[in-house]
Structure formats: C-alpha cells, structure tokens
C-alpha cells in the first residue's frame, strides 16, 4: 500500500503571525491526498478543533498534543487508526533570553502516535525544537524515538531547527539509523527569498526534515518512493504562502515481507560516539553561558528593586526630607512597594527558571555521559 506523508509548520502563533485561520484553512484544504499529516506551531486548540472539525471526514483520527502554558504545538491527522499515543515535553525549554521570545512558556517536546494501516503498525514521531538549545532537545528526541520505536517501521518528522551541518542531526542518522528521506534533494524549508513572511536578514536554510527507518521491523517494511516540497509558494488566487515554512512530502511503500527480517540492534559506533561528545561539550558552554546571564539579570533586577524600594521609602516618608515637607506622597510611595513587590516576584520566577534550566542540562550531559562510559566500557571488555 502507498502511505503519503505530510509535514509542515503552519507558523500559528497569535498575536505575531498572520492570517492564522485563513492560512489553516487553505491548509487544510489541500490534505485530502495525504495518509497522515504532522503538523507544528498549532499553538491554539481552537485552531485544532477548527481542522480536526474540517478534516473529519478524511481523517477520522487525530491527536494534540497539551504541553506548557501555550502548548507544544503538535498535532497529529491520520486517515487509519491510533492505537497508541506517547508524548515527552522537553526538560530544557531555553535560557533567561527566551523569555522575551516566549520559548520557557510553550511546551516543546516530542509526540508519538502508533498507528494500525491494514498492512501493520506504524511509529509516527512528529517534533518541534527551539533553535537556542536544539542540543538538549534533539537529544531527548533522541531518547525517546529510542524508548518508544518498538518493533513497527518509524517516521520521525518535524521542525528540528537543525541544519544538516548541526552536530543533533547527526543522532538521527548515526545514532538511530535513521535515513533522511530528503538527502539526495536537500531543498531549503524555511526563511525563502520569495516567501514573504521571511524577516529579510535571515537566509535560507534547511531544519526541516522527514526520517524513516524499517529496519526494526520483523514483519513489515517501509520503503521511500517519492518526495518533494509541498504547500510552497503563494496560496493560488493569493498574495501570501501558507506559513514562513515549506512544507514536505514524502511517499512510501508500506508491504508486509515476503521473509520475517530479523531485526538487527544499532551498534554503539565510534561516529555515534563522537556525535556525543561533541553533543555533550555543547550543552556544558551553553550551561556556562546561560549561568552567567542568570546571575546577570538577576543581579541586575536587585538592584532595580533596591531603588524602587529605596524611593518608596522617601516617598512615605517625606517628613525626613525637607524639600518634601508638606507633600502628600503617601499614594506614590504605595505605588512603588507594589512595583518593587512585582520585580520581586518576577526574580522569584527567573531564579526558579534557571535553577530548573540549571537542574536539566546537568542531567543531559549526565545521561550523554553515561552513553559515552557505556561504549567506553565495552570497548575495554569491562562493566559499567
């Protein structure tokens, strides 16, 4: 049977992005040849109960995934049945920076949804990483594409905000064993000269991606037949695309083997060793840095709040002070104890941001580090 697969960041983030529900409807539109669809940025649940009430009819099964405060963004459509769902929200969600970009409110992580085709079971992964700290992310991906693969065929897709040359896309291909179903056609996804919600200082660039394996599989075997671009370019009859990314296709044949295939179990290599490595050598200088400017910003709004609290003071006071004398300042002095009492809570919330930032990269390279010491070990002949 063919299995026509769909992949696309929708870019849904209110309030910034534009023509959200016009854009999801064209979108959902032009679904009707696809088998199951992975869709990214779906950030508000009523946009997916607005496409899971437009695709009903074609696609019967569907799943969102709640993470964080926004959410994570992903959703599922699948024409057969979802037999099983797992999801990982990410443990690190970005540094003291990302709170202006919103990234340590929204719920990043990984979905898996097994789903029953007539001809078996497949492992379909779809993701969303967070550009300034995919190596933490990418590897928890990792991690759990591993826990959760199971014995079906695997398609694993997403925006992994990861290009080609990036040390996380790496743990896919070497350390999964997963195929890139793009490789031999590397077309740029995301920040298009042509596109016009492309900020102009950005360039073209490749982070969007679509892995497949069947290689774990005793029974059934997926293979790639075709691929391409999809939903690109202008909306016809329009003058904007359907999202700042393009989105990708992939066509396989999924056939049950004519011989059981005896799974074989992916070797720790020295290439996937060194994919740790450099993996683990890059969340400890970006721990450094997000430690550093953790304790800048906090130092910095203390000493904002010393002032505030220092003025509310005078202005409470104003007898202590004779050029105030004979002002009524209590009502401002008020005002300030609640502002200072706001920047307080809002270091409260930073410290506690980053103890929690601090607390899950230490246990990634904890985890990457393991990994290492296990390959380690079995090369020496020895036990962990």
Not at 64 to 74: A, E, K
Not at 85 to 99: A, Q
Not at 135 to 158: H, K, N, W
Not at 185 to 197: A, E, G, S
Request: charged share 20%; hydrophobic share 40%; net charge neutral.
């Amino acid at each position: 049977m063919k299995l026509k697969v769909l992949s696309l960041n929708v870019w849904g983030l209110h309030y910034l992005a534009e023509k959200i529900r016009d854009r999801l409807n064209h979108i959902a539109n032009e679904l009707h040849s696809y088998h199951i669809v992975g869709l990214q940025e779906v950030w508000s649940k009523d946009d997916f109960n607005f496409l899971k009430d437009k695709l009903k009819k074609d696609f019967p099964y569907s799943h969102y995934f709640h993470s964080g405060i926004v959410g994570s963004g992903l959703c599922v459509f699948s024409r057969y049945q979802i037999v099983e769902v797992l999801s990982h929200s990410f443990r690190v969600t970005g540094g003291i920076g990302d709170f202006t970009d919103g990234e340590v409110f929204v719920g990043k992580g990984v979905l898996c949804c097994r789903i029953k085709t007539p001809e078996g079971s497949i492992a379909f992964f779809n993701t969303h990483a967070n550009p300034k700290c995919r190596e933490s992310q990418m590897f928890e991906c990792y991690q759990f594409v591993q826990c959760a693969r199971g014995t079906d065929p695997i398609i694993l897709c997403g925006d992994f905000n990861t290009k080609p040359s990036h040390t996380p896309y790496h743990l896919f291909t070497k350390c999964l064993g997963l195929k890139d179903a793009f490789l031999d056609l590397p077309l740029d996804t995301c920040d298009l000269t042509t596109n016009i919600y492309t900020v102009k200082t950005m360039t073209p660039k490749r982070i969007d991606y679509i892995f497949y394996t069947d290689d774990n599989c005793p029974s059934h075997g997926l293979t790639l037949e075709g691929k391409a671009l999809a939903l690109s370019g202008s909306i016809l009859g329009m003058d904007y695309p359907y999202s700042d990314h393009e989105g990708l296709e992939a066509t396989f044949a999924l056939e049950r083997r004519k011989e059981q295939h005896c799974p074989v179990p992916i070797p720790m290599t020295e290439e996937c060793v060194a994919v740790f490595r450099n993996l683990s050598g890059t969340i400890k200088e970006k721990k450094k840095r997000y430690d550093y400017s953790s304790k800048q910003v906090v130092g910095s709004w203390v000493v904002l709040t010393s002032l505030v609290l220092v003025f509310a003071v005078v202005m409470n006071h104003p007898t202590l002070f004779s050029f105030l004398a004979g002002y009524h300042l209590g009502w401002v002095g008020s005002a300030f104890t609640g502002l200072a009492g706001a920047i307080a809570m809002v270091i409260a919330f930073v410290l506690f941001s980053a103890v929690q930032l601090k607390s899950a990269m230490e246990t990634n390279i904890l985890e990457i580090n393991t990994l290492i010491r296990v390959h380690s070990s079995r090369q020496d002949g020895g036990e962990l």
